[in-house]
Every structure is written in C-alpha cells, then in structure tokens.
C-alpha cells in the first residue's frame, strides 16, 4: 500500500490587495491554461505532459467552493477522493483579478517552492510539497478549480495519481533538464 504524504504545514501565500469582486470567466480558457502551465513546468524536470480531466476540474471547483465557504485552507476538502492536491489562497483582491490570472499565480507560487526541494535528499520535504505535486512524474491528469468572493479568491488543482508518494521520491521528482 503506498502512503500518501499531505503537507505538514499548509503552505498558501496570502496577498493582501485592493478589494476583489471577480467572477469565474466564461467557459474554461483557464482549465487550458492551467494545463499547458504545468506542462511548461513539468518538462524542466523530464516529466510527461498531463492530460486535463472535466472529472478533476469539477471536484477542484467544488473543493475551491469548499475552502471558501470554511475560510480555512487545511487540505480536508471532502470532494477530492484519493487525489493528490495543491491549494492556494489570496485574501483581498483586485478587479482586474480572473479565473485565469488567479491559476497562473497559483501555479507559478507552487512551482516557486521548487527553491526548499534538496534534490540529494529524496525524503518528504513539506516546504517542497507543492512543488514536487505539480511534477511528479507518475501523475497524469489534472483538474483546476477556483473560488472567488468575501474578498478571497481560492485555486485548487487536483492530480491523478497522486504524486508525493514516499519512497518514490527520487523516481518522480526529476532535476532540471
């Protein structure tokens, strides 16, 4: 049986900015920004490209609503089955704040934590965890969801498999090409 590691500590990085009151753009130009973001970032690291999956997007949109409606980030999302997760929040906001704009920054703030991974040492590193989530090698779909109101916006990306499997480490997280 493989032991899924969650973040010891949730990491999220809280912004405070001007007042927020964006609304989720139409249709899902972000899920394919979202994809093609940690595709740029996974092949740095010699992983495959991950495939979106309606599935994840609707149960990452349902755990961003989950988060929100708690205002307490804590990875307990029930909707998220045995997926792997990363979770970002901003508190505040500005109006110029999207679906899309929120996703980047989410995605580019987990890659950034790719700075506290020791490759030479291929235990659980929770500062890292959201780094080697978003390019665990074994991983091969991804949904994004996001969540926007009381002056909060939340991004939640869901991972199948799951990545930050312990012992795997060394297989999964790849140096950079």
């Known amino acids: 049986m493989k032991i899924f590691v969650r973040a010891l500590v949730l990491q999220f990085t809280l912004i405070i900015v001007a007042g927020h009151d964006s609304k989720e753009e139409a249709g899902s130009s972000f899920h394919t920004t979202a994809v093609q973001l940690h595709n740029i970032y996974r092949a740095k690291h010699g992983a495959k490209p991950l495939k979106n999956s309606e599935d994840l997007n609707k149960r990452a949109k349902r755990c961003a609503e989950y988060y929100l409606s708690k205002m307490l980030f804590d990875m307990s999302c029930p909707f998220k089955g045995s997926t792997g997760e990363n979770l970002y929040a ?30 030479k040492n291929t235990k659980v590193q929770p500062k890292a965890g959201q780094f080697t989530q978003l390019v665990w090698a074994e991983s091969r779909e991804v949904g994004m969801g996001v969540a926007i109101g009381n002056n909060v916006a939340v991004a ?19 140096r950079l090409d």
């Open 156 to 174: 939640v990306a869901l991972y199948s498999p799951p990545g930050n499997v312990l012992g795997h480490f060394a297989t999964n997280v790849g």
């Open 90 to 119: 901003i508190g505040g906001g500005n109006s110029s704040l999207t679906s899309g704009s929120l996703t980047q920054r989410a995605i580019e703030d987990w890659y950034s934590k790719s700075s506290n991974y020791n490759f």
